[in-house]
């Protein structure tokens, strides 16, 4: 039944998508990350979502959690509350199978093999790129269930100063000021922000067995406080040369429920500086040079009193040819570096690592058919060689439909912690993860309606999971794990009646198929059915809307026992134009304050509400 009743609400989305009227041409949207390079989302032929600075503002997102909430085949599962930990599980894979870019540089805890997407400060965010499905041809290791890239803002044009200040439930408050501007050659932007709040409880955890959540009992509040600060610059210095630098950094304290054997509170600083340069070499062959530096640092303690240390850095640097061998072909080679090192309080067997890799990409049309091939050589330090590849083809059906078809392998490393936490944790025989991933799509263009409708499947194979069968006295890391994920995602959105309406769904089958007594159950904290609706309309100086958001049932664990019911949201949200460049915006999130989880006996935000007065001058 439960299968039934997914396709008929994917066939009814799609049937209320076929009978939709709308009257003038849709914005274009270019996205860069799909194929490394500048491309409007109608000739992608990847499954892409981009989320610019307008979207941000008209949805008043307050993090980048926040934003990417509800982007079709995105999972969110949050462990209680505004700044803590937020895992992403794209299309069913797991939480670290999605490679994060921040303007190019790629981040990310080498220790945990996680991004800490709560503390990257939304106000610095100008454009958010989600690519579903594998890259690992183009970007190498972790993009099994596809690549995030988040530009800062960049400026440009007329001096344009910024400010906003906003407070609301839970004693939040938060500020943000920026500068941005430019010239014939050059262009800037500096921004700062800061965010605190006291928080809610974060977690119902049970200290003793069964135990489960924070395995403690801390039935306090749980603040968080972060200040961010951006910058990003470029010049073009000749008519062949652009030079461009970028820094984003965020610098925090956060408190949540833990305990004598780990911590309760957490300062924390991420950073990333990068440059690029590009040269148009000739005509038809650009090139261009790219470096940089990504730090995640923590400081743990338990009440008050210092426990650990864990800080990694990551550098990496990019050489990229693209080639324009005829019109619509065009031939890309590359080469990437990566360097990961660690240094913390817990002693790890190896502390450093590299990578070097060789790509290639063939972009073609043939009269209606468009084609494109990857592939991909990674030397890994650890790991020897490992080859990746893709194949996508495209038929253009008519000038507004389009159908697409294909195929990419993956491989993700193992993290350090996986490796070398010591007390037999680690494991450092372990194998790279592996997947082949299939994708079928249909999409069409009409006037400002546009819908698509993706069916795919990954399999991944010698998946990282723990091995109890050592027990005691702790569990330890081994390639034992298979996974098989079969879904479907249909996306519309137009105009009706005055309102712009954008609404998806996403249905998925994400299956344990290893041996032993979890095969065949559902991978924990996956939804098998997603949904989000959003209704906007502008009237004079008001501008209101609304999101309804979904999703059904989850478990908590691999066997199956601990279950996630099912939820819906529905938020509220209004801006008046008080002035010329002045607006005052409100949101009203959790209207009929749903009580919900997205991990087991974490607490999530009951109804708030959040006022901000923002200063945004459009010259």
Request: aromatic share 10%; hydrophobic share 35%.
């Amino acid at each position: 039944m439960t299968r039934i009743r997914i396709a008929g609400l994917v066939a009814g989305l799609s049937l209320f998508s076929a009978g939709l009227q709308a009257a003038t041409e849709p914005p274009l949207v270019i996205n860069i990350t799909a194929t490394r390079q500048a491309q409007s989302n109608v000739d992608s032929l990847a499954s892409v979502t981009v989320i610019d600075r307008e979207q941000i503002e008209r949805l008043q997102a307050r993090s980048v959690p926040d934003a990417l909430r509800g982007v079709p085949g995105l999972g969110i599962s949050s462990n209680g509350g505004r700044g803590k930990l937020t895992t992403l599980f794209m299309r069913g894979t797991e939480s670290d199978h999605v490679l994060v870019l921040v303007d190019g540089i790629r981040v990310g805890s080498a220790t945990a093999g996680l991004t800490s997407f709560q503390d990257i400060p939304i106000d610095q965010v100008e454009r958010i790129e989600i690519v579903r499905g594998p890259r690992s041809s183009l970007y190498g290791a972790d993009a099994i269930g596809g690549v995030i890239q988040i530009f800062t803002r960049k400026g440009g044009g007329a001096l344009t100063p910024r400010l906003s200040a906003s407070g609301g439930s839970h004693g939040t408050q938060e500020y943000s000021a920026g500068l941005s501007g430019g010239g014939d050659r050059g262009w800037f932007n500096i921004g700062g922000s800061h965010v605190e709040t006291r928080g809610f409880n974060s977690c119902d955890g049970l200290p003793f067995p069964p135990g489960g959540g924070c395995f403690t009992s801390e039935p306090d509040r749980d603040p968080y406080r972060d200040t961010g600060a951006s910058l990003r610059a470029g010049y073009k210095l000749t008519d062949t040369f652009q030079l461009e630098g970028h820094y984003l950094r965020s610098d925090g304290d956060n408190e949540y429920d833990g305990s004598a054997f780990a911590s309760n509170s957490t300062q924390l600083v991420q950073d990333i500086v990068g440059a690029r340069l590009d040269w148009q070499a000739l005509p038809f062959w650009h090139a261009s040079l790219s470096g940089g530096r990504s730090r995640d640092l923590s400081d743990n303690f338990f009440e008050d009193a210092f426990s650990s240390a864990f800080d990694t850095e990551r550098r990496s640097a990019s050489w990229q040819n693209d080639f324009a061998l005829a019109p619509e072909h065009r031939l890309t080679l590359g080469a990437d570096w990566l360097d990961d090192r660690i240094r913390s309080t817990t002693a790890y067997a190896v502390s450093s690592r590299d990578n070097a890799a060789g790509f290639g990409q063939y972009q073609g049309r043939f009269g209606e058919h468009d084609l494109t091939l990857a592939a991909r050589r990674d030397d890994s330090q650890q790991f020897g060689g490992h080859t990746t590849g893709s194949l996508a083809w495209g038929y253009r059906v008519s000038p507004t439909l389009r159908v697409m078809a294909s195929w990419g392998s993956a491989f993700k490393a193992p993290s350090f912690n996986e490796l070398y936490y010591p007390f037999n944790f680690g494991n450092p025989d372990l194998k790279p993860e592996e997947s082949d991933s299939y994708e079928l799509g249909i999409a069409g263009v009409h006037a400002t309606f546009t819908w698509s409708l993706n069916a795919y499947q990954t399999r991944i194979d010698d998946l990282i999971g723990l091995d109890f069968s050592n027990l005691p006295p702790i569990p330890y890391q081994v390639n034992i794990d298979q996974a098989r994920i079969r879904g479907l995602e249909a996306l519309v959105s137009t105009s009706l009646a005055g309102w712009d309406v954008v609404a998806n769904v996403s249905a998925l089958n994400p299956e344990n198929r290893s041996n032993g007594a979890n095969r065949g159950n559902q991978l924990p904290r996956r939804a098998k059915l997603m949904a989000r609706l959003d209704l906007d309309r502008s009237r004079g100086a008001w501008r209101v809307g609304t999101t309804v958001y979904g999703e059904g049932q989850r478990y908590d664990d691999l066997a199956n026992t601990h279950s996630l019911g099912s939820y819906l949201t529905l938020d509220l949200r209004a801006a008046y134009s008080l002035r010329t460049d002045w607006t005052l915006e409100g949101k009203l999130a959790n209207l009929f304050n749903k009580d919900y989880r997205t991990a087991r006996l974490f607490n999530e935000d009951g109804r708030n509400v959040m006022f901000t007065v923002r200063y945004s001058p459009t010259h």
